[in-house]
């Protein structure tokens, strides 16, 4: 329960044509103050006041990573379900708000459009260009590792890339699917696949963000250094869950937070890595418990980089 004035404080914040139009994006996933500012095409001082308003009462989480901040609808507390009240009211239909989703898409395609440009030209030379960041050896193992017993009826690869997983996780799965939205990636996966002999799995191009419910439903569900290039990786899992089967094995394995802004401009990256608290909340937010995680700090000094790698289970 919550006292008088602090009800009366979230009621104010949120009693605001702007703020509540606010409240509705961001209940569609994370967003920066940049995005926002796009989507509402509203000013940059104006918005980040907005979203301040917002904060300070509860009603919307922030998250600092490195010059940018990312901010998501609360998810606990009496403001937080004061917040997903609100939005599960608001009327989708209503001009102003269809207006402000079509943004939102065009925001995010247009993200999304960037990242295929930077994967298109680095395809060909991605497994190189991975092994720079990571003790990959151990983070394989490690993957290995977390999908055991016997061979799975079938697996998803989302964000498959090269296909590297599907190729290590090749005794692991019956089928293997492996998904990625760029065409470039999927045709050096169809090639590394066909010359390691891995005939029972297959690439397709898909979208994360608008997963095809046919490709499910999985036993088991790899996403390996994929979300890092999504505002909003909570959203992502949440479509990966709903293609995962009662009692699947989801691993997810990503950078734990870095203050490394160059892999934002010079990589696409958006998010500067994930934290465990994050991960936790998108985990029972997407109906997945976090089973296990693991840590592999960077073996290349100052500049390096922790991977996580984070074992759930529907
Ligand atoms: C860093 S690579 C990782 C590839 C692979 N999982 C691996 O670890 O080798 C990220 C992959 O995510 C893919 N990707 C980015 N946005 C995507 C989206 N919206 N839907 C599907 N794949 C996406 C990229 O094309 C790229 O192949």
Redesign the pocket.
């Known amino acids: 329960m919550a006292e008088l004035a602090e009800l009366v404080g979230v009621l104010k914040a949120a009693g605001e044509g702007t703020r509540l139009r606010l409240l509705a994006l961001l209940a569609g996933g994370d967003h920066s103050v940049k995005d926002l500012t796009e989507i509402l095409d509203q000013s940059q001082p104006r918005v980040s006041r907005h979203l301040k308003l917002l904060a300070d009462a509860g009603l919307v989480q922030r998250n600092a990573e490195g010059a940018w901040a990312y901010y998501g609808l609360a998810q606990d507390g009496e403001a937080g379900a004061v917040a997903q009240w609100l939005v599960g009211r608001v009327d989708h239909t209503d001009p102003e708000r269809v207006r402000d989703c079509e943004r939102q898409a065009e925001v995010r395609a247009a993200q ?1 459009a960037q ?2 440009h930077y ?1 298109a030209k680095v395809a060909g030379s ?1 497994d190189l260009l ?1 092994t720079l960041h990571v003790p990959e050896d151990a983070v394989e193992s490690a993957v290995l590792g977390g999908f055991q017993g016997g061979p799975v009826e079938l697996l998803l ?6 296909g ?2 599907l190729q290590l996780l090749a005794d692991r799965y019956k089928r293997g699917i492996g ?4 065409r470039e ?1 999927l045709s050096v996966a169809r090639a590394r696949l066909g010359s390691a002999g891995v005939t029972h799995a297959q690439v397709r191009l ?4 608008e997963l095809d419910p046919a490709l499910g439903p999985a036993d088991a569900i790899v996403i ?3 979300l890092h ?1 999504f505002d909003d990786p909570g959203r992502m899992l949440m479509g990966a869950r709903e293609l995962l089967k009662p009692g699947g094995q989801m691993v997810i394995v990503d950078f734990a937070p870095h203050e490394l802004e160059f892999l934002r401009t010079e990589h696409a990256h958006r998010r500067l890595g994930l934290s465990q608290a994050q991960m936790s909340g998108w985990a029972a937010s997407a109906g997945l418990q976090v089973q296990t995680v693991r840590e592999f700090p960077s073996d290349n000094g100052d500049r390096g980089l922790t991977v996580c790698l984070w074992r759930l289970c529907a």
Request: aromatic share 12%; no cysteine; charged share 20%.
């Open positions: 999304q990242a295929a994967f991605w991975k690869d989302l964000g498959t890339g090269t590297r997983m998904v990625d939205s760029s990636m898909g979208d994360m963000a390996h250094q994929v290039y």
